[in-house]
Every structure is written in C-alpha cells, then in structure tokens.
Nanobody
C-alpha cells in the first residue's frame, strides 16, 4: 500500500522560505517519479516540480530558480525547498507519485498516489 504524508507547510512573509517534506512508503518500483502540486481556491491544480527515477527534474516556469525538488532515497522522503516566496505561491501543496510510464510527472492526471496536502500561506 502506497502512502504519502506531507509536512512543513505554514505561513511566511513575502521573500521567506519553507521546506516541504513528503514521507513516502510502499512505492517500490525502481522506475518511478514524484511531484509536487499546488492548488489555490478557485484555481486549477498546477504541477510545480517533478523528479524522475534518474534524478532528472522538471519545474513549472512560475517557480524556476526559486523552488528545488529533491529526495532522500535512504529516508524515503521527498522535499520541496521554496525560496523567495510570493503571495501568489499561496496554495495547498500536495505530493504525488507513481510508476513512470513515459508521461510527464508534472501532470497530476498521470499519477495515482497522493498525499493529503499541506497549506502554504505567503503574506505581503
């Protein structure tokens, strides 16, 4: 059984930083990908960052240069380091993952396993 549990959300001021964590269990396939997604009220879900089995990464244009996705394969934790946060980054952030089938892991429709989400609020 796959389980993803996020933590690390909170409230920060503009320009601040947060690091989100996603504890992963049960995802044992050697070729998998993981991603971070966010959704603000009234907005569609947005793929923020993805990391693939070969450690390649992809980012949404809106966060390039500010966010970094990484993982600790020993602890089975996925991270999202978020710097230079802006009010428009305010959203519920969720991690997701699945076996990689050659499709973009920035598209949440391609991933089956999701965490419950953690709220990030950036105030001006």
């Amino acid at each position: 059984q796959v389980r993803l549990v996020e933590s690390g959300g909170g409230s920060v001021q503009t320009g601040g930083s947060l690091r989100l964590s996603c504890a992963v269990s049960g995802l044992t396939d050697s070729r998998y990908c993981m991603g971070w997604f966010r959704q603000a009220p009234g907005n569609e879900r947005e793929g923020v960052a993805a990391i693939y089995f070969d450690d390649s990464t992809r980012y949404a244009e809106s966060v390039k240069g500010r966010f970094t996705i990484s993982r600790d394969n020993v602890k089975n934790i996925l991270y999202l380091q978020m710097n230079s946060l802006q009010p428009e980054d305010t959203a519920m952030y969720s991690c997701a993952g699945d076996e990689w089938h050659g499709l973009s892991c920035l598209d949440g429709d391609n991933l089956r396993y999701w965490g419950q989400g953690t709220q990030v609020t950036v105030s001006s």
